[in-house]
Nanobody, 121 residues
Framework: QVQLVESGGGLVQPGGSLRLSCAASGSIFSINAMGWYRQAPGKQRELVAAITSGGSTNYADSVKGRFTISEDNAKNTVYLQMNSLKPEDTAVYYC???????????????WGQGTQVTVSS
């Protein structure tokens, strides 16, 4: 079993900053990639940012220049630094990871429970 736990969400003023964290734990052999998705009411879940174990990153166009994803491979943790936040960034942010488990030995994806980010004007 693999568990992802997000933290760092909250309420922030437009133009402010937040830093999200996601820690993976459990029967992990390796993690190929981790990322952040978000879902606002009435909208589909969308990719915000992702990073591979080798450090390659990609971002949604809407957050380029404002958000930065990073990782600590030794701690199986991914971070999302969010600057210049806008009201349209308001959503539940979900951590995602592609993991090879110790017992099964196949690649599968796992999701955290989500953390609320609210940017209020």
């Amino acid at each position: 079993q693999v568990q992802l736990v997000e933290s760092g969400g909250g309420l922030v003023q437009p133009g402010g900053s937040l830093r999200l964290s996601c820690a993976a734990s459990g029967s992990i052999f390796s993690i190929n990639a981790m990322g952040w998705y978000r879902q606002a009411p009435g909208k589909q879940r969308e990719l915000v940012a992702a990073i591979t174990s080798g450090g390659s990153t990609n971002y949604a166009d809407s957050v380029k220049g404002r958000f930065t994803i990073s990782e600590d491979n030794a701690k199986n943790t991914v971070y999302l630094q969010m600057n210049s936040l806008k009201p349209e960034d308001t959503a539940v942010y979900y951590c995602n990871a592609f993991v090879v488990t110790l017992g099964v030995g196949v690649l599968d994806d796992y999701w955290g429970q989500g953390t609320q980010v609210t940017v209020s004007s």
